[in-house]
């Protein structure tokens, strides 16, 4: 009994900090990409990059959004 207790304990522990680890803060890699292009952290360079790359995501989402209501659209 205490044996799969632990084990379900255990599991559920996994489950959430596999969680955790999937869904990056996308501000985090932004940043991330903005330091691997060799922007120095506290200049209007880095900021600027730190703004595009978010836009630019932001972009993307709404551009899959409108895909996805397109295709939708036309299977019904």
């Known amino acids: 009994m205490l044996g799969s ?5 255990f599991s559920a522990i996994t489950l959430v900090l596999g969680a955790c680890a999937s869904t990056p803060d996308p501000i ?3 940043r991330s990409r903005c330091d691997a292009y060799g922007f120095m952290r506290g200049t209007d ?3 600027n990059c730190v703004m ?3 836009r630019d995501r932001q972009r993307r989402i709404e551009r899959r959004a409108e ?6 659209a036309a299977e019904e």
Do not use: K, N, P, Q
């Open 5 to 9: 207790m632990r084990i379900i304990a």
């Open 28 to 30: 985090v890699e932004d």
């Open 45 to 47: 360079a880095y900021a």
């Open 52 to 54: 595009t790359a978010d």
């Open 67 to 72: 895909e996805r209501s397109l295709y939708g």
